[in-house]
């Protein structure tokens, strides 16, 4: 079976860094695009970046270049989204998702992870 | 970047109902167009790809049209288990893959 599963919820206070992951199960990790998106209490679906585990190859939505790292680690299947500095504004819950291969379309998504910055 | 416009933001309807939702570009994006069903606490699920396509197993009671940038979602008969968040995406302006900004949906 093809999945993402992704790491558990967290909480941190401000200005502490943190690394969320992504472990992709059922297929060729290295094959496919691995993409990341954030949903904000009670609001929508904003992409923030993508990443190819094959090469590593990023790219990243202007709206969070140089706020987050996308990395992975394609010897343990695993993709992640870090933060150097959280900000309470990065409270939201993380999405990754996996690009169909010769297809702009997400199918497999994983949990959702939780991040909660609070003082 | 490309604006993706959704509308309604919310609507409420009956069972049965046709429920129909717009999305808008800011510019032509042909026809890279996805469709996502979001129900609460849980993540997106693809219904409908290249603006007309649907995904294996989604029901044909959801359907997409649309090329450039005016895209219409329609489900011809709303079921109660259809209650979700409805979100467009465009792929014409990669590396963004932008969202719309959602509809949601409730049963009246």
């Known amino acids: 079976e093809v999945q993402l599963v992704q790491s558990g919820a967290e909480v941190k206070k401000p200005g502490e860094s943190l690394k969320i992951s992504c472990k992709g199960s059922?297929?060729?990790?290295?094959?496919?695009?691995i993409g990341w998106v954030r949903q904000m209490p009670g609001k929508g679906l904003e992409w923030m970046g993508i990443?190819?585990?094959?090469?590593?190859?990023?790219r990243y939505s202007p709206s969070f270049q140089g706020q987050v790292t996308i990395s992975a680690d394609k010897s343990i299947s695993t993709a992640y989204l870090q933060w150097s500095s959280l900000k309470a504004s990065d409270t939201a819950m993380y999405y990754c998702a996996r690009r169909d291969l010769g297809w702009n379309r997400f199918y497999v998504w994983g949990q959702g992870t939780t991040v909660t910055v609070s003082s | 970047d490309i604006q993706m416009t959704q509308s309604p933001s919310s609507l409420s309807a009956s069972v049965g109902d046709r429920v129909t939702i717009t999305c808008q570009a800011s510019?032509?994006?042909?026809?890279?167009l996805n469709w996502y069903q979001q129900k609460p606490g849980k993540a997106p699920k693809l219904l409908i790809y290249d603006a007309s396509n649907l995904e294996t197993g989604v029901p044909s009671r959801f359907s997409g049209s649309g090329s450039g940038t005016d895209f219409t979602f329609t489900i011809s008969s709303l079921q109660p288990e259809d209650i979700a968040t409805y979100y467009c995406q465009q792929y014409d302006n990669l590396p963004s893959y932008t969202f719309g900004q959602g509809t949601k949906l409730e049963i009246k």
């Open positions: 510019q032509d994006i042909s026809n890279y």
């Open positions: 059922g297929y060729s990790f290295t094959s496919y695009w």
């Open positions: 990443i190819y585990p094959g090469d590593s190859d990023t």
